[in-house]
């Protein structure tokens, strides 16, 4: 008996396996293996089997029939070298994440085009439990970094997952002060996307420089006031180490930033610090003044003329 249309594949190269593992009906993808002339690796355009959707969206049933296929490589990357486990980890699939490890098959370090690992994505995604999972079962390097070496502590720092950030801490391999390409340490991404919670963890931790900028020599504190972050600005302006009047190379201060883009509650702060400078000039000769009056920034101005004043007066 022939059976037509078993395994033929849709104008996205899924076959009916592929819709079968992706959707969870795990009855029939174990009647769908049964046939010869199914193949159960077949991909489809994305380069993605049925046993990397069957993972992705955490069908553990599914998973299990799939890797008991002898033409099955649960390792087996999609186009763009995430792999079911990596897949599984980014959605927080912890139950399929556990089969896979347990299959002995896979590389828990092995790396998409990216450079990224299956625990970078985790760290990403807030996913502690796979973290854990992966750091304690898998055998994952904590500390691996992707090809701007940023590290998983990088990514879970930037968006402000601190649980995942406590678990990485623990681990003695990692470096809480680990630097990518553009110089940027996971200090550096907390403060500039505003994540307080993270930004006291790592100052918590030995070796961690609150005051270190980047490669255009812009700090914590000069990102944290450009985007108007005021907990954190205040965070930091309470560490000694740290330079409330660093200018990065355009010459611009944080007072620069956090004036041009009318921030007045971190102008506030910086200003009501001696060391900060309200007069001082950037590359292109522009003064915190000047800038919010370019911008229009009325409140911020008035801060600025405040400050002028009582430096005046106090001569």
Known sequence: MECYGIDLRD?????????????????VVKMLVG???????????????????????????????????????????????????ASAARNGREGV????????????????????????????NAQVKVVKTLLQRGGAGPDKADKGNRTPLSYAAQYGHDG???????????????????????LWYAASSGREKVVKLLLGWEGVDPNKPDNAGQTPLTLAAWNGHE??????????????????????????YATRHGHDGAVKMLLGREEVNPNKPDNHGQTPLASAARWGHQTVGALLQARQAATYSAI
């Open 11 to 27: 104008f996205l190269g899924h076959t009916p396996l592929s819709w079968a593992a992706r959707n969870g009906n795990w009855v």
């Open 35 to 85: 046939h010869e002339v199914i193949n159960p690796e077949n991909s489809d355009k994305y380069g993605r089997t049925p046993l990397w959707h069957a993972a992705d969206r955490g069908h553990e049933n599914v998973v299990i029939i799939l890797l008991g296929q002898e033409m099955v490589s649960p390792d087996k990357p999609d186009n763009n070298g995430q792999t079911p486990l």
């Open 97 to 124: 994440v556990q089969i896979l490890l347990g299959c002995g098959k896979v590389n828990p370090n092995k790396i998409d085009k990216y450079g990224r690992t299956p625990l970078s994505h985790a760290a990403s």
């Open 164 to 186: 995942v950030v406590k678990v990485l801490l623990w681990w003695q391999e990692v470096n809480p002060a680990e630097p990518d390409i553009c110089g940027r340490t996971p």
């Open 231 to 256: 907990l954190v600005v205040e965070i930091l302006l309470g560490r000694e180490e740290v330079d409330p009047d660093m200018p990065d190379k355009y010459g611009r201060t944080p007072l620069s």
